[in-house]
């Protein structure tokens, strides 16, 4: 039977693994010892903290993206049918014979 570290769960929930600079990890101890918290105390407050605001960035680009494709799309819808419109005008005029450009007959 696994222990419960081995099972990745110790105290609150599954533990993650990352690398950190040697900087950092000095600071984030050197916190840790003055205030006699843990370093995972930290890292869950930094987490808590900022995970909120990557989120909204992430969906902030990701409506940016779509609003961006969503008109690039609009554009090529509009531009597609005048361009239709104005071959279709002149098929018009080129099958109607006596006509000129202006569309009057000519004798």
């Given amino acids: ?3 419960r570290k081995q099972s990745g769960v110790i105290g609150r929930g599954p533990v993650v693994s990352v690398r950190l600079e040697r900087e ?4 984030l ?3 840790a010892e ?3 918290r843990s370093r995972g105390t930290y890292l ?3 987490l808590w903290a900022m995970i909120p605001t990557l989120e909204r960035m992430h969906w902030e680009q990701v409506a940016k993206d779509f609003e961006s494709l969503a008109i690039k799309d609009a554009f090529e819808e ?4 005048l361009m ?3 071959i279709n005008a002149d098929r018009y005029c080129e099958e109607r014979p ?8 000519t004798p």
């Fill in 44 to 46: 869950r407050m930094a």
């Fill in 84 to 86: 239709e419109d104005a």
């Fill in 24 to 27: 950092l990890v000095e600071r």
């Fill in 78 to 81: 509009i531009t597609l049918g």
């Fill in 29 to 31: 101890d050197a916190l």
């Fill in 1 to 3: 039977m696994a222990t």
């Fill in 98 to 105: 006596g006509s000129d450009d202006s569309g009057t007959r």
């Fill in 34 to 36: 003055r205030t006699g």
